[in-house]
Structures are given as structure tokens and as C-alpha cells.
């Protein structure tokens, strides 16, 4: 009894798909490589939020960010919400390409602009890497998230009563960072991208010096540089020590079965019934295809699903599957343009704007069953009709 029960635990579906996982969450970290020269590697997002405005003949509400990955210089433009690919690379060719040239690579997140054909068709022309992190893991771009608070931070001590303002106060905000000394770097984004320190106010109130012989050696560009690299490799190191200390490590080989927590679906809606509190934490179980990187995934989802399947290990969970026991069918998030399957309507409820009919979905049993509307069942009304008219229901 005591075998059978101990073999039975491990691989308890209800267990696997509901317990909260209480160990250090799966994927040591790996940074990003040190670029070899500024612009060679940049990363890009939109910070949107600001107030909509007419400035220099056209609405802007959102904001272009690019920041130099060695130099962490930061180029804030500002742009509508509703710009294309097309418009997004007219603004990266005028403000950076015509400055500093093409990068070898760009650090994006999956937003939909980065995922258009067009953009991918530019930068293969141009031969640049295009870096995509995976789905609901924004910690590879986690440069441009910090920048985007900080320009956040600054619109809002700045702009006070005067948001209206935001876009004239971009450049002054730009030259404040490229100014201001980095914490990762021991020296300013100017210095390290030209050289030299920009001459600012309070500067020209200090006194002049003559530098020794060591301390021009010292400001060499291209000792900088050096010097540079060696305290981001540093502090890289320093960052993945401290995050796997609270990580640890896992490996999946194609043909294995992971489930994937809820929070990778967080986007998408669930089934009316369902709570959040209550929903399920993992789903599926998914079949994993083929191993993306390091700590990365691709998954085989199945149709109607609108997610990207390369996922981190982070968000999965080993599935013990046995050719006697096959993985279960489980419910997924409802998503906007999937087409689900009614096979029969059970039960219903309420009157008027309250009416709701008890569906169960073909492929899943009747505890699956969900509560719908009448508007989300407006191509089954056959099914409808068929459950009034065995409860001989007008």
C-alpha cells in the first residue's frame, strides 16, 4: 500500500497543477555579452503613458528609448503610441543609425512593431542580430525597463502642473543622464562614448588643473574604454552571482512535458468562470519541441494560441508522463480570436442581461464546464436550442 501511494504522489495531476512551487524558481542567470564599442550592441523599448499632445506638427504620447549596452547613453524620442515598424525605423535611422552607424545588434522585447516583417527584412538587409526576449520575461531588456523608470521618475518631478511640456523637457533630461556618472561604469555615458567630459555649469565654477602625465594616460579614450569593459564584466559577474544564489538549475530535452504557470498567460482572458484566486496555477501539460538558448524553451501550443511558445524555464514545471498514463486535456486561457468547440449546454441560470448557459467544451470533461453569456455563444445556437427543448424551455 505504502508503494503504491508513494508512487501514486509524484504524479498526481491535481497536485502538479495546483500547488504553489516553494523552491527557488528554475534559470540561472545569464547576462548579456560586453559590447567591443559603443553602438555596437543597443537595446530599444517604448516608455507609453505621457499625456497626448500636438508638438512640432504631429500627436505624441509615447516615447522611443535606445540605449548604447557600453556606454549606457540613453536617446529618448518622443513618438505616438500608434507608430508602425516603418515609423519606428525612420526614427532609429534618423537619430542613431545617421549618428553613430548600424549596429552588429539590437535587444528588443517581443512587441509587436519588432516582430513585423518589415523591421526583421531591414535588419537582415543590414546584417544585424535582432535579440528577442522570450514571453513574459523582460529581464534580458532589463537595461531599457531601468532607463524607462528613470525617465519616468524625472518627467514626473519635472513636469509638475505643466505635463503638456514632457516633450521639451526630453533633451534637458538626456543631457542630465550622459552628464551624470554610472554607477556600472565609475564614469559618465559621455566620457565613456567620446573621451572627454562634457562641460556643464557647475564645472565651469572649478578651478582649472594641469593633468600629470598618468592622468592623461588615464583619460585616453581608449584606456577608458578598457577600463570600462573590465568594470561591466565585473559587475555582470557580480549580478549573476548574486541572482543564482536565489535561482537554481534545471534541463529539459525535446519530447519531455512541462506545464506552464499561470502568470505566462497573465495577458490573456480567462474563462468567465474562473477566478484568479482560484484558477488553475500550472497548465496543460505542453510537449517541449526543441531547446532556445540556455534557459529557454519552445513549446508545441496548440492552435489558437496567441502566445509566442519559446518560454522560460522560470514559468515551467516538469510534467512525469508514462505511456500508460497519457498527459490530460486542460482547460487554457480564453483567448480573443480562438474558436472553441461547444459540445453540449447542461445548465442555465439568471434572466434578461443576467441569462448564462453552462457550456461544457468538447475535448474536456463537465467539471471544466463554464459559465457563458449569449453573446459568446452567438454560433451554437443549435446547441442552445437542443438544451431548451429538452427542458422544454421556451
Sequence with gaps: MFSSVAAY?????????????????????QPLPVPARPYDSVSMDFVCAPPRI???????DSVLTVIDRLSKRPHWIQCATTITAEGA??????????????????????????????WKGLHKLAETRLMMSSSGHPQMDEQSEIYNRTLETMLRCFCGDHQSEWPKLLP????????????GLKATPHAVLYGFEVRTFPSLLVARRTATAAEDFHLCRQALLEEVKERLERANEEAKRKADQKRRETTFVPGDWALVHQKFFESERLPSERKAKLSYIWYRPFEIDKKVGEVSYELMFPAGVRKYPVVHVSYMKAYPVSPEDPPPHVLLPRFEEAEWEVDRVVDMRGKGRMLEYRVVWKGYSETEATWEPPENLKNVKDAIKAFRELHRLR
Design 172 to 183: 534637458s533630461l538626456e543631457f542630465a543622464c550622459i552628464s551624470s556618472t554610472h554607477s
Design 9 to 29: 504522489v509524484p504524479h498526481c495531476d491535481a497536485c502538479l497543477r495546483n500547488k504553489q512551487a516553494n523552491q527557488k524558481p528554475f534559470g540561472l542567470l
Design 89 to 118: 525605423a525612420r526614427l532609429f535611422y534618423d537619430h542613431i543609425v545617421c549618428s553613430y552607424g548600424l549596429p552588429l545588434e539590437i535587444v528588443l522585447d517581443r512587441d509587436p512593431r519588432w516582430m513585423a516583417e518589415f
Design 54 to 60: 500636438h508638438f512640432q506638427g504631429e500627436w505624441v
